[in-house]
């Protein structure tokens, strides 16, 4: 779509404000901004600074009968909390009482608010109190902007308009779009998902992609006259154009274009109105900021080496008793690396445990891929130095936490920063580090485990087989419960990536999309370094091109914009949300509990090959409450499922099966189906493969309480033909059916500790398996979302 944007002038704004000292733009600067951008329609405005005199002729030079007055300072951003909005008619008298009027009144009621509300005061008022404080406050009033009043065609809910830039840390511009008004924040927080407002990253977006977006919003739905009584007020190529000119825009005024002189921290015009098809601004804020220094790119590269040594160096292994060094050596023996080609550093000893040593890393006789760090945090800026400045490795992981994660000790983890950036400049780009505050690396194709947790308390399937999954995680402990949890996790690689001192979450990924043989990569993250989060966005984004699936959980979800003190974006698109919306919309799948994280690994690991037509269920119990409760669970906040139609043949298949076994007169056949604790493995056999083979079905829920006498779920237990071997187990019968089968089969095992083995011995067959029918189906449709988007991105 063709677009009207002007960014010399735009560009022009800045410097101007820059030149004052200014990091801001006024009010009236942000309607010339929005004239820039495209908008045929911005008020007409006059600026009248403080102690002016206020002429007839400037009045007149705004058409209508009416004026609205706003307050200027730079630091009263919510204008309309402390009455710094007026509409009056336009007579002389009037308005110039009006003025005067908020020259008293506006200090008083923002000295008031910001004396019940410390916490939310700017930074210059912080400790002020009563006189001073509004003697503060109006200082700091610049004048006012006198602006054409414009009435909007309705005052209904849903007819105004929230559109904004912002600059955020992690992912850059992304600019939202949603319910505007007043009382934004408690749309947002009122609101289904994605029913307010909508973000998404200008980098990763078209504009038509973007209004795809908006328009599964309430906030389009009403402007399109899409609901009972609402008349359309803007057009579809309106809000188009919107969208794609602010995307332009943005990508100018980006911290991740190379060229850009400013950058865009926030630009907000809040709302729009709507009268006779034309979008009016009706109040806006801007901030900028200029361009920082991005940290080099990193030689992911260099990562074959961290995960597939030739050879290791291992700093901190104790001579005499354990301890974490001692545990890591252990480990990277038991999983079959050579000894021969590891090399241990410790100043008094040649040897341990028959691995030899060498008294400094400047003795190391040869350039080792990876070298392992497992010493005090107080020795590693020292130790770093050595390592770039002779160049005596490839990888560094770095073991020790207090590297700049504790606050007070910021320093050291710059320190380093600056150290690594400047080896980037030598000709292989210096070492890459892993960490700090890693837990540390298991790498079955690499033959070794660096993890400092023994193996009596972390079971680890040792040997070599074709794996498919790996395990990323900022939190090690995180990392290594699941692995100690979920019996069927065995990723080829699980990396505690720490604090992420140089290596970050997207040159993992980066790296683990050029492996074939790794299908599923499960991140568990705590925040991205800068502009971190949309590379790694873009790298899911690969991913998924190369036929890979990204489970994916961010930690640190807080009520948004509870901190807040400018702009209502940042309160109804907080870090959470654009996080959750930008890795989602790159195709992810993205888990909002630890239990759904778990659910989804299990099932991605399980169903990378099935195939996933659509969202109809099909559900089998032989417990009424979970027929029920399956039912109950197929609407989510993020996904819907739909109990299937039986074909005429699937129902008479499952109706003669109830009858062969004298369950007609006790069950219906419907969905999902109750087939009563009657029923044998056989009625269960029957009635799965019936549904499995309806083409009206594109997955299936198979719940068994186990409970029952007439199923045979206990090791001990016989069959009249012979025994637990008898091809008649439901061990043998799910597992069967579900490897003939291209569609998703799920088992519930809603019972105690009596059962596990049943339920270990149905995951081991291949099958994966739930404890409670509600969150079977939760997380199925979860999985099932994210695959049918991720087929609309291929």
């Known amino acids: 779509m063709e677009t009207h944007v002007n960014l010399a002038a735009m560009q022009q704004l800045f410097e101007k404000a820059n030149n004052e000292k200014r990091d801001y733009l006024y009010e ?32 007149n030079s705004i058409s209508g009968n009416k004026i609205v007055i706003k307050i200027v300072s730079p630091y009263i951003l919510h204008k309309s909390d402390v009455g710094g909005v007026r509409i009056v008619e336009k007579d002389p008298q009037k308005v110039l009482s009006t003025i005067r009027k908020m020259m008293v009144e506006i200090p ?58 912002r600059n955020t840390r992690e992912f850059g511009m992304i600019l939202s779009a949603g319910l505007g008004g007043t009382d934004t924040e408690l749309y947002a927080q009122s609101f289904k998902k994605g029913q307010a407002v909508v973000a998404a990253s200008t980098e990763m977006v078209d504009g038509n992609t973007f209004f795809e977006l908006f328009k ?13 009584g609402q008349k359309r007020i803007v057009t579809d190529d309106q809000l188009l154009e919107c969208f794609t000119a602010l995307i332009e825009t943005a990508k100018n005024f980006s911290p991740d274009n190379p060229k850009a002189k400013f950058i865009i921290e926030e630009m907000e015009i809040n709302p729009f109105a709507f009268t006779d098809y034309l979008m009016l601004p009706l109040d806006g804020l801007g901030r900028f900021s200029l361009p920082k220094k991005i940290r080099a790119k990193r030689p992911i590269e260099k990562l074959d ?31 079959g690396y050579d000894q021969d080609k590891i090399t241990l550093i410790h100043p008094k000893v040649d040897q341990i445990d028959g691995v030899k040593a060498v008294p400094s890393l400047r003795d190391l006789k040869e350039k080792v891929d990876l070298l392992i760090l497992g010493v005090s945090a107080k020795v590693i800026p020292n130790m770093v130095d050595d390592i770039i400045d002779h160049d005596l490795a490839e990888t560094v992981l770095l073991i020790p936490g207090g590297l700049g994660e504790v606050q007070g000790n910021e320093n050291i983890k710059l320190e380093l920063q600056e150290k690594i950036q400047s080896s980037r400049n030598q000709k292989d780009s210096g070492p890459i580090f892993l960490g700090g505050n890693s837990l540390g690396i298991l790498s079955h194709p690499g033959r070794y485990d660096a993890l400092f947790i023994p193996e009596s308390k972390l079971p680890i399937h040792r040997g070599e087989y074709v794996r498919k999954s790996a395990m990323i995680s900022q939190s090690g402990a995180y990392m290594i419960t699941r692995m100690s949890k979920l019996k069927f996790f065995d990723p080829a690689y699980a990396l505690s990536i720490g604090n992420q001192l140089d290596l970050t979450a997207s040159d993992i990924l980066n790296y683990l999309n050029t492996i074939e043989d790794i299908k599923t990569a499960g991140f568990y993250m705590e925040g991205f370094t800068d502009l971190d989060g949309l590379e790694f966005a873009k790298a899911v984004q690969q991913a998924v091109k190369r036929g890979k699936e990204v489970v994916f959980y961010k930690a640190g979800r807080t009520p948004e914009g509870k901190s807040a003190t400018s702009g209502h974006t940042a309160s109804i698109a907080g870090d959470y949300m654009v996080c959750e919306s930008c890795i989602d919309q790159a195709g992810a799948i993205v888990a909002d509990t630890f239990t759904s994280f778990e659910g989804l690994m299990k099932l991605s690991r399980a169903f990378h090959n099935k195939k996933i037509s659509g969202n109809r269920l099909a559900a089998v119990s032989n417990a009424g409450y979970e027929s029920v409760g399956i039912a109950d669970n197929i609407l989510g906040e993020d996904f819907e499922l739909v109990m299937a139609s039986f074909s005429e043949d699937t129902e008479d298949k499952i109706s003669t099966a109830l009858k062969k076994a ?22 269960y056999e029957s009635v799965i493969r019936a549904m499995l083979e309806d083409d009206s079905v594109d997955a299936v829920v198979a719940a068994a309480v186990p409970l029952t006498p007439i199923l045979h779920t206990l090791p001990d237990e016989k069959f009249d033909n012979g025994g637990i071997s008898s091809e008649q187990d439901i061990i043998k019968i799910i597992p069967k059916l579900a490897a003939e089968s291209d569609k998703p089969l799920i088992m519930v095992v809603d019972s105690g500790t009596l059962f596990d083995p049943l339920a270990d011995a149905l995951q081991d067959g291949g099958v994966p398996v739930f404890r409670s029918a509600d969150q079977a189906v939760l997380v199925l449709g979860k999985y099932i979302n994210g695959r049918l988007s991720i087929q609309k991105l291929e």
Request: aromatic letters at 8%.
């Open 216 to 228: 599964q919003t309430i906030s389009y739905k009403k402007l399109a006259g899409l609901t009972r």
């Open 28 to 59: 009236y600067e942000v309607y010339d901004f929005i004239r820039f951008v495209g908008s045929e329609t911005p008020p007409q405005f006059v600026f009248q600074p403080k102690g002016t005199r206020l002429s007839e002729e400037t009045l």
């Open 108 to 165: 008083e009621k923002y000295a008031d608010i910001i004396e019940r509300n410390p916490a939310h005061a700017p930074g210059k008022y912080k400790g002020l109190n009563d006189r001073v404080l509004q003697d503060a406050i109006a200082a700091d009033i610049k004048g006012v902007i006198l602006v054409q009043f414009m009435e909007a065609d309705s005052q209904e809910f849903g007819n105004e308009l929230l559109v904004s830039l």
């Open 662 to 683: 004298h369950l007609d007169a006790l069950s219906d056949v419907k969905n999902p189906m109750d087939i009563t604790p009657m029923a044998s493995e056989t009625v």
């Open 305 to 335: 080496k961290l995960l597939h040594p030739t050879t290791i160096g291992l700093a901190g292994v104790s001579a005499k008793g354990d301890n974490m060094g001692k545990i890591i050596l252990k480990n990277i023996l038991d999983n």
